[in-house]
């Protein structure tokens, strides 16, 4: 399966901005899809995650009540609604896809490139 990801911008703090992953190829349905960020020189976090069919998603702890996400399976698509933005969540965010749930990157066989959120105070 083929990930891309989109959305992500400048926003101020206690704002909201919403990232989507796009995915085409193998079925999409049969995926644990995820979503994790990294800094420079860190390594990446992980943020969310969905199951396959979409009625059961994780948090991190960091951004519990303020992100939510969600997939379309009709349309292969993943989105993270992110709000009450603040500096710490400035990051290149990567949607993920694999076999079951995971908090460690290598888990997951399938990546986007990445988006950029920059989260200004």
């Known amino acids: 399966v083929q990930l891309q990801a989109s959305g992500g911008g400048s926003v101020q703090a206690g704002g909201s901005l919403r990232v989507s992953c796009a995915a085409s190829?193998?079925?999409?349905?049969?995926?644990?899809v995820a979503w994790f960020r990294q800094t420079p020189g860190k390594e990446r976090d992980f943020v969310a995650g969905?199951?396959?069919?979409?009625?059961?998603?994780r948090y991190a702890d960091s951004v519990k009540g303020r992100f939510a996400i969600s997939r379309d399976n009709a349309k292969n698509m993943v989105y993270l609604e992110m709000d009450s933005l603040n500096s710490e969540d400035t990051a290149v965010y990567y949607c993920?896809?694999?076999?079951?749930?995971?908090?460690?990157?290598?888990?997951?066989?399938?990546w986007g490139q990445g988006t950029l959120v920059t989260v200004s105070s």
């Open positions: 993920a896809a694999g076999a079951t749930f995971s908090a460690y990157e290598s888990r997951y066989s399938y």
């Open positions: 969905i199951n396959y069919s979409g009625d059961s998603s």
């Open positions: 190829g193998r079925t999409f349905s049969s995926f644990y």
